[in-house]
């Protein structure tokens, strides 16, 4: 007999809802890039092709900060919504808990276009770096605090590798201390956008190193 799901205790519809927020996030995202609206840009009226050409790269140049914020910040989305979408397939129900982490995860997610926008226009101003460092931090302790109730009895899938689960538990703690940590470096701007780039990678390699463990301490 399958089991019986509580109102509000559904892995569906918040997950439908928290896509839908991610997308419109990570949409938002390009909005915020500085469009070239110079009549210098244009061609003709004593402007040629090559001065046309020059001033548009100039300007694209220009705005290398706020590509490189738009790349990081949908980066991020990206890798918490993979990691949402991997947590709920494995989950049967989600707990009061989980709900209740819903809220402050998609409230700073639905904030994030703000932070990066500030970031990526002010990428010298420690407090810019701050506020977008703060911002993704919540997100990612919020992820690591729903992932972790997952460990609740009842809420996995029948099946699912619990050893496994509790592994990846583990890496987005130590990835989430390792965010936070690199805030202490927001006042060297904009060069502390090197090791947030670097997040991705250091999960990486923590993932390696708890797997490797685990597979020492499993009995033969």
């Known amino acids: 007999m399958a089991e019986r799901k509580l109102p509000g205790q559904t892995p569906e519809r918040i997950s439908f809802f928290t896509d839908a927020i991610f997308a419109i996030a990570m949409t938002l995202l390009v909005i915020e890039i500085p469009r070239p609206e110079a009549a210098a840009f244009s061609v003709g009226h004593g402007v040629s092709k090559a001065k046309a050409f020059h001033h548009l790269a100039h300007f694209l140049g220009g705005q290398w900060d706020a590509f490189y914020a738009y790349f990081l910040t949908f980066l991020i989305l990206w890798i918490v919504w993979r990691q949402h979408h991997r947590m709920f397939d494995q989950f049967s ?128």
């Open 93 to 220: 129900r989600v707990t009061p808990r989980m709900v209740g982490w819903h809220f402050p995860l998609l409230l700073f997610a639905a904030f994030l276009p703000y932070a990066s926008s500030t970031y990526g226009h002010y990428a010298d101003n420690p407090m810019a770096a701050l506020l977008y460092g703060l911002v993704v931090a919540v997100v990612l302790f919020c992820r690591t605090l729903i992932q972790a109730e997952g460990l609740q009895d009842g809420v996995l899938i029948e099946g699912a590798d619990r050893e496994d689960y509790r592994a990846e538990v583990t890496v987005s703690w130590i990835t989430s201390g390792y965010w936070v940590l690199t805030l202490a470096l927001v006042w060297w701007t904009p060069w502390v956008g090197i090791p947030w780039l670097l997040t991705s990678l250091f999960a990486t390699l923590v993932r390696s190193v708890v797997r490797r463990r685990r597979l020492r301490s499993a009995p033969a």
